[in-house]
């Protein structure tokens, strides 16, 4: 098992992400509100999904989960509450994202994940991350846990299916919770994936699994430390933060380049010039 040797702090996935994205781009994140655009209900749907998920797999670890159309009428339920809750005008409606939620749940639960001997995490944390499920794997089959995360897709041409599925392999998140996993429950971690659900042209589920060999896991924490050691650093003002040129064009949380161009490359960051362009954050 990878364990950390260093004191450094440790930072969420989604953090570090956002740091290799560029440690600008993380900066300025902390300070200021990204600019104005128009509602996408992409997160919503995405989020919908995982609920109606996680609620079966909780009922599934209580051993309360059952085969009746009014068990699967409670799971679907559960998983269009966010979205009656929180949805916005756009360009779908309500009635339309629910059907998009209630196909794209179906695929999901019948994509075949085996959630073996046992389901021992739903959505909780471990650490600083936070897994979609966590199960331990049957010892007639080797044992071992398994770490599984939820992405859903509004909509994934078939010829982007294969490409999406290939990024998983590098996906930051899912090596931390890898490790995590092993920290926490002190088991091996044999296999991480994701479960990728597409609501359209057609609605799908893919499993996308990724087995966690132990040195190539060794070699991400040897990265991680360090990463963390760099993050830490620059908070604390010892390391400048630097900008990334090399991500300024590129797409990232469904938009076409950097929410944050303008103050880089227009601003030249004067917080004066930011504060006409970009909303800050209340702290
Ligand atoms: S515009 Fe470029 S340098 Fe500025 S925050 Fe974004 S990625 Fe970093």
């Known amino acids: 098992m990878a364990s950390h040797g260093a004191s450094a702090q440790i930072y969420a996935p989604t953090t570090v992400e956002d740091w290799l994205y560029c440690p600008m781009y993380r900066h300025l994140r902390r300070t200021w509100l990204p ?14 999904v995982g609920t109606g998920l996680s609620t079966h797999w909780r009922h599934v670890r209580a051993g309360t989960a ?100 290939s990024g998983y392999d590098t996906l930051w998140q899912l090596y931390h919770g890898a490790w995590e996993a092993e920290q926490y429950y002190g088991e091996k971690v044999i296999r991480c994936g ?17 087995e966690m060999d132990v040195t190539h896991l060794g070699q991400w924490l040897q990265t991680a430390e360090q990463v963390w050691q760099d993050m830490s650093a620059e908070e604390r003002g010892s390391r400048p933060v630097t900008q990334r040129y090399t991500s300024c064009e590129k797409r990232r949380y469904g938009r076409a380049r950097c929410e944050f161009h303008a103050a880089c490359h227009t601003c030249f960051l004067d917080e004066e010039k930011m504060a006409r362009l970009y909303d800050r954050r209340v702290q």
Do not use: F, M, N
Not at 40 to 47: F, N, Q, S, V, W
């Open 194 to 210: 994701i479960l990728q659900v597409i609501l359209s042209p057609k609605a799908q589920a893919l499993l996308h699994p990724v």
């Open 35 to 48: 600019e104005r655009v128009e509602w996408d209900p992409a997160r919503l749907l995405g989020t919908s």
């Open 66 to 165: 059952v085969d009746t159309p009014e068990y699967w009428a409670t799971i679907l339920e559960a998983a269009v509450a966010p979205l009656r809750a929180e949805w916005q005008e756009c360009d779908l409606t309500l009635g339309g994202a629910e059907k998009l939620v209630s196909r794209g749940l179906a695929e999901a639960l019948a994509a075949g994940l085996d959630v073996g001997a046992g389901v021992l995490r739903v959505d909780e944390s471990i650490g600083v991350s936070r897994p979609d499920l966590i199960v331990r794997k049957a010892q007639s089959l080797g044992g071992g846990l398994e770490v599984w995360d939820v992405k859903t897709a509004r909509s994934l041409d078939a010829r982007y299916v294969q490409e999406r599925l």
